[in-house]
C-alpha cells in the first residue's frame, strides 16, 4: 500500500534514503549561506571604498543577495497534487532555471571584469583616482578567482567521471 502523501512525504523520503547526500547538501547550503552574507556585508561595509571601479561593492551586494535569494527557494517545499501541476511546475522551473543561469553568467563575467581590469589598485592614497580599499578589492578578487577554481575542478572532474565511465562500459563490452 501506497504511503499517504503530504508535504512532508518528498522531504522525508530523501532524508530518509539518502542520509550522505542530505549531509551534503546541507553543507553547501550553509556554506553559500555564509559566502551570501559576507558578499552583502562587504560590498555594504565598503560600499563608497573604491574610486576606481565603484561598481565593485554593488557587485558583491547583488551577487550575495542573489545568491540568498535562490537559497531561500530552493528551501521551499513544493509538492503539486496532479499531474498538470507537476507538468507545468516544470516548465516553469526550466524557463526560471534558464533565465537565473543566463543572468549568473553574464554577472559573473561582468564583475570579473570590474575586478580583473583594475588589478593591482592603490591600495594607499585614498584621494588617488586608482584607489580601492585593500580588503574590499582583496576579498572580491580571491572569492572570483576561487570562483573559477572551481569552476575548473567541476569541469575536469565532469571529464574525467565522462571518460572513465566510457572507458567502463568499453571494457565491459570487451570483457
Not at 64 to 80: E, K, Y
Not at 97 to 115: A, D, H, Q
Request: charged letters at 15%.
Amino acid at each position: 500500500m501506497e504511503p499517504e502523501s503530504n508535504w512532508d512525504t518528498p522531504l522525508l523520503r530523501t532524508v530518509e534514503g539518502t542520509p550522505a547526500l542530505t549531509v551534503r547538501s546541507v553543507c553547501l547550503k550553509i556554506l553559500m549561506l555564509i559566502l551570501g552574507i559576507a558578499y552583502i556585508a562587504f560590498g555594504t561595509v565598503y560600499l563608497n571604498s573604491c574610486t576606481e571601479q565603484y561598481l565593485i561593492p554593488i557587485y558583491l551586494i547583488v551577487s550575495g543577495s542573489f545568491t540568498l535569494f535562490f537559497l531561500m527557494i530552493s528551501l521551499i517545499p513544493c509538492a503539486p497534487n496532479d499531474e498538470s501541476n507537476i507538468l507545468n511546475l516544470r516548465k516553469v522551473g526550466r524557463v526560471c532555471e534558464r533565465l537565473v543561469s543566463l543572468f549568473s553568467i553574464i554577472w559573473f563575467i561582468t564583475g570579473s571584469v570590474w575586478i580583473y581590469s583594475i588589478y593591482e589598485p592603490d591600495y594607499t592614497d585614498k584621494a588617488s583616482p586608482r584607489y580601492c580599499d585593500k580588503t574590499l578589492y582583496l576579498f572580491a578578487f580571491s572569492v572570483t578567482t576561487a570562483s573559477y577554481i572551481v569552476l575548473a575542478l567541476m569541469i575536469f572532474l565532469g571529464f574525467s567521471v565522462r571518460v572513465s565511465g566510457g572507458i567502463l562500459r568499453i571494457g565491459q563490452r570487451d570483457g
